[in-house]
T-cell receptor, first 117, second 110 residues
Framework: ETGVTQTPRHLVMGMTNKKSLKCEQHLGHNAMYWYKQSAKKPLELMFVYNFKEQTENNSVPSRFSPECPNSSHLFLHLHTLQPEDSALYLC????????????????FGEGSWLTVV | QKEVEQNSGPLSVPEGAIASLNCTYSDRGSQSFFWYRQYSGKSPELIMFIYSNGDKEDGRFTAQLNKASQYVSLLIRDSQPSDSATYLCAVPNQGGKLIFGQGTELSVKP
């Protein structure tokens, strides 16, 4: 149990489908993140939310649409995805956005494996 | 130059040996450094952080930081098969982003 819960754990969707990934953190953190992890590539930061305000959009295509209704919940809405979007999508949280002092860092959920067919 | 660079491996060591994992970074202003472990099919979990030059020990793990040479290492003593995983180095850049290396795959053979 990491304190960050993601659902679903596995998702297979067609290129014309619309689906959503959900993330909930129970750590009392103020910042939440979406990362993408593809095979043999470094983790890619997609979005950052701090106190439910988006502070970072790392040039992510518009077919990925994040939503953060409060500091504990984060969604990633998916539509008209491409096969190359198949990857592990990781949600993470931290005490504060992009502040890494005294060991403050990000904590990951278990991830959602996405396959686009 | 990549912001955070790691040898992707795989690094193979026999059980009981010392595994040495290395990471170099490009931003001289970086202050904190993190090591995550990721088992196959799982998410990364934090195992060590270090922000002062020198060594930091936690059980069988030792992180070594050399800011002048811009590298940070992770040593695993008495390696066990359960240590087999991918180890990710993460370094904040001046823009405040936590940048991950691509990870080094470690295999500990019984």
């Amino acid at each position: 149990e990491t304190g960050v819960t993601q659902t679903p754990r596995h998702l297979v969707m067609g290129m014309t489908n619309k689906k959503s990934l959900k993330c909930e953190q129970h750590l009392g953190h103020n910042a939440m993140y979406w990362y993408k992890q593809s095979a043999k590539k470094p983790l890619e930061l997609m979005f950052v939310y701090n106190f439910k305000e988006q502070t970072e959009n790392n040039s992510v295509p518009s077919r990925f649409s994040p939503e953060c209704p409060n500091s504990s919940h984060l969604f990633l809405h998916l539509h008209t995805l491409q096969p190359e979007d198949s990857a592990l999508y990781l949600c993470a949280s931290s005490p504060g956005a992009l502040q890494y002092t005294s060991g403050n860092t990000i904590y990951f959920g278990e991830g959602s494996w996405l396959t686009v067919v | 130059q990549k912001e955070v660079e790691q040898n992707s491996g795989p690094l193979s060591v026999p059980e009981g040996a010392i595994a040495s994992l290395n990471c170099t970074y490009s931003d001289r202003g970086s202050q904190s450094f993190f090591w995550y472990r990721q088992y196959s099919g799982k998410s990364p979990e934090l195992i060590m952080f270090i922000y002062s030059n020198g060594d930091k020990e936690d059980g069988r793990f030792t992180a070594q930081l050399n800011k002048a040479s811009q590298y940070v290492s992770l040593l695993i003593r008495d390696s066990q098969p359960s240590d087999s995983a991918t180890y990710l180095c993460a370094v904040p850049n001046q823009g405040g982003k936590l940048i991950f290396g691509q990870g080094t795959e470690l295999s500990v053979k019984p």
